[in-house]
């Protein structure tokens, strides 16, 4: 195995990582935004009221989209195996 075919799994790895992390990540960003504005708009600063809402929206997403994400890193680990195959 050449070292540029080891550069090339680990590129797709970090992508593969960025694809199945995104989801779940951007949708805790979106939540834990509005909760902020919400806060700072009404001036409740409780703190309980950051997380209850960013886990629940974060636990739907992951309910919704690990068929997606099983898929991505079921195509990644196929493709991993055919590589440690192939090599002579």
Known sequence: ME???IINVT???IWVLMLTGA???LTGLVI???VSLIQALTQIQETTLTFVPK???MLMM???AMPYML?????????LFTRIANIQ
């Open 32 to 34: 834990g935004l509005a």
């Open 71 to 79: 898929q991505k890193l079921q195509d990644f680990g196929a493709g």
């Open 55 to 57: 886990i629940f929206a």
């Open 11 to 13: 590129r797709e790895g």
């Open 23 to 25: 989801p779940i990540m």
């Open 3 to 5: 070292a540029i075919d």
């Open 62 to 64: 992951l309910m919704m």
